[in-house]
């Protein structure tokens, strides 16, 4: 894989941090960015280059594309990785906040596929990993706009895999479970949660949900599965990583009667 370009988004921390490490270390040329990447590109003694990129910003998407494509000629792949979490009920949720949401993890992915499509299209090809989550699958319960954005990025990706496959361009879903990542404490809580009637709720959710995070999958094993579909002729179209429980619950989310899903669901999160 020596030599293969790969721009990765949110790469100053966990999930695109592994990636990017792990990518380096096989060889590939990484260009890893995040907001507080510095304006003037670095590179690490494993080749690593982090430099500064807004993916809710569409100049300076263009401009990080356009980097790379000075730097080293070519895009082979891109992992659209930056995003956060925020928690609180629908009902307390404003448009504001979930807007927010919305623009880094749905816009933000939207906006750096659209400016790599061209250069992969003229390239004859690439790789996109859309890193989206298993609350993209499932709902859930206080963190309804956060599942809202990956459900979006979830649809997009499957539409855009079927779009870009007549150009040799292979859109790969990447679903992780529970990860111990910078995530947890970086949660946004909506403002109106600290006086909510929804509040007694939100709080028992939130524990059982950040106790999961803080006990999940070590990061590494998305870059590792990242890395096998960099490599891999021809990718399924979703992969999922993490705890088994977490990954069964997904699977049956296609078996069992919505009623019993949902109940299931809430009950664990001792609703
Ligand atoms: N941790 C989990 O349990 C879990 C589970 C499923 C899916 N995921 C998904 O995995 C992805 C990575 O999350 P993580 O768990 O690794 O969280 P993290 O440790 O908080 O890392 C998030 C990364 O995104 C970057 N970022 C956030 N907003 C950005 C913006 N507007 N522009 C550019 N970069 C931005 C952050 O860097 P800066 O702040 O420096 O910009 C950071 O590098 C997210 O899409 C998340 O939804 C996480």
Redesign the pocket.
Known sequence: MSGKVVLI?????????ACAEYLAQKGYRVFG?????PRNPEVSPTGLTMFY????DDRSVQEGVDFVLRQAGRLDAVVN?????IAGSVEDTSIEEAKAQLE??FF?TLRVCRAALPVMRAQGGGTIVN?????GIIALPFQGLYSAS?FAVEGLTEALRMEAQPFGIRVVLVE????R???TD?RVRVAASANSVYRPYFERVIQVVEAD?RN?TH?EAVARVVERILRHPNPAPRYRVGPFVQRLAAALKGVLPDRLFLWAISKYYRL
Do not use: H, Y
């Open positions: 988004t949110g790469a100053s921390s966990g999930i695109g941090k960015t995040s907001r507080s990447a990129m807004d993916v809710n990785n930056a995003g956060f979490g880094t993890n933000g890193i989206s989550s298993l609350g990956k992780p479970g529970d990860t990542t910078g995530f970086r995070e999940g990061p």
